[in-house]
């Protein structure tokens, strides 16, 4: 079955980039999603990706895909305070059912 | 724009009682529709999606059921609420054919 992984926390400093990894199982994803969560919020959808691409950069966030290792990470350059949130990987065959993993809590300290 | 609603922000039930929680999404037409549940400290899970009106498929087997009255409204429902049925709900949208899904608010359901 299909299986999103990511790790639990990630905390950086103001002004640093953050990279936020997250590995799949599943070799027939062909879409792969970023999405943001405030407290007590919804899902932000951030950004996705082709599986047959290996980068899309929109602004301060850069999605990297390794489709051989089935890795795919979020960068975000210049992390700012409002970044601090849950981020999300998901991943999806059909671009209809998500899989999620479990979310990565980014902590922004000043 | 399209806009997606959710309804109650927030709920408390006791064991037992009965569960209707609405969605309703506004400015698109024949969207696909999406349950999901967020456990505490937990990732989403995907607990049912509609591709149009009276068409729904469940993806986890529970006391939980949902409906699609009208092309833009969809209903998350259950007879009997259970302790494990407390989370975070939230539904979502996406254009047939579009790979993109979009959230609403979400519900929080506390079960007591």
């Known amino acids: 079955g299909e299986d999103v992984e990511q790790s639990l926390f990630l905390s950086v400093r103001e002004g640093d980039s953050s990279v936020i990894n997250c590995t799949y199982t599943?070799?027939?994803?062909?879409?792969l999603y970023w999405y943001k969560q405030e407290p007590g919020a919804g899902l932000q959808l951030l950004t996705y990706?082709?599986?047959?691409?290996d980068m899309k950069q929109d602004q301060r966030l850069t999605v990297l895909l390794n489709k051989k290792d089935k890795h795919l990470s979020l960068r975000i350059a210049d992390t700012q305070t409002g970044d601090s949130a849950i981020y999300f990987c998901?991943?999806?065959?059909?671009?209809?059912?998500?899989?999620f993993g479990t979310g990565t809590r980014l902590a922004v300290r000043p | 724009s399209q806009t997606i609603h959710q309804w109650p922000a927030t709920l408390v039930q006791p064991v037992g009682s009965p569960l209707s929680l609405e969605c309703t999404v506004e400015?698109?037409?024949?969207?696909?529709l999406y349950w999901y549940r967020q456990a505490a400290g937990r990732g989403l899970q995907l607990l049912f999606y509609?591709?149009?009106?009276?068409?729904i498929s469940s993806e986890v087997p529970q006391n939980l059921s949902a409906s699609r009255p009208q092309d833009r409204q969809f209903i998350l429902s259950s007879k009997k609420l259970l302790l494990s049925d407390s989370g975070f709900y939230l539904c979502?949208?996406?254009?047939?054919?579009?790979?993109?899904?979009?959230f609403g608010p979400g519900t929080r359901l506390t079960v007591t």
């Open positions: 979502a949208w996406c254009s047939s054919g579009v790979y993109e899904q979009y």
């Open positions: 599943d070799s027939s994803s062909t879409y």
């Open positions: 990706i082709f599986s047959n691409m």
């Open positions: 998901a991943e999806s065959i059909r671009g209809d059912k998500l899989t």
């Open positions: 400015g698109t037409s024949n969207p696909n």
């Open positions: 509609s591709v149009g009106i009276g068409q």
